[in-house]
């Protein structure tokens, strides 16, 4: 079998499905067992940034909580900077802010104004893509540094809710799918 097909039976395998968590009807696909596994952290790590030479990519975005761990990682072993995107209220420099709708009211992303030099190569990284909402938006606030969007990369995709239909015109890229 391709031995990368392998790794990702095996990530496939070490994702916990937590039922109704953080609210009912909701399949909370928790990584946890997959970070504190050194070989399938290392083995994630691999396949998430393997389409990256060193050095060709200036940045990589991670939206926080989770997806600050792999995005970091890959900033530190592409020889890229890493670059957080918070929540309102959290990052302490002057920020530009890009709202989205939740099926009920509206969430904010946060980036700093001084982020990401024009004409830099960025890749956003997150752990899950569930409706886009959140990578559509971070995607919004990379675009106004008038930066390259090179690839848009997931461990996971939730394909039924359609995420990748806000990101049209973007190279989206996922790992596992379910
Ligand atoms: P969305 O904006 O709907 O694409 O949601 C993506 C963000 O919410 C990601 O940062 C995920 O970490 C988190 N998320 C959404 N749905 C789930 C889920 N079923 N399991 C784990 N994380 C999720």
Avoid at 74 to 97: N, S
Avoid at 137 to 165: H, M, N, P, S
Wanted: net charge negative; glycine share 8%; charged share 20%.
């Amino acid at each position: 079998m391709n031995p990368n097909q392998t790794k990702i039976d095996n990530l496939t395998s070490a994702i916990r499905n937590i039922p109704d968590f953080p609210k009912p009807g909701i399949q909370f696909k928790d990584i946890t067992p997959v970070l504190a596994d050194p070989q399938l952290f290392a083995d994630a790590l691999e396949l998430l940034t393997n389409d990256f030479k060193q050095g060709e990519i200036d940045y990589f975005v991670g939206v926080e909580a989770r997806g600050f761990i792999f995005s970091a990682a890959a900033a530190l072993k592409l020889g890229a900077g890493f670059i957080p995107v918070r929540k309102p209220g959290k990052l302490p420099y002057d920020t530009y802010e890009e709202s989205y709708d939740l099926e009920y009211g509206s969430n904010s992303v946060c980036i700093h104004t001084d982020a990401i030099r024009p004409g830099s190569r960025v890749v956003l990284m997150d752990d899950l893509l569930a409706t886009g909402g959140t990578a559509a938006a971070t995607a919004a606030l990379i675009r106004k540094f008038d930066a390259e969007i090179v690839q848009v990369t997931f461990l996971i995709e939730l394909a039924f809710l359609k995420g990748r239909e806000k990101l049209q015109g973007l190279p989206v890229r996922s790992l596992i799918t379910f």
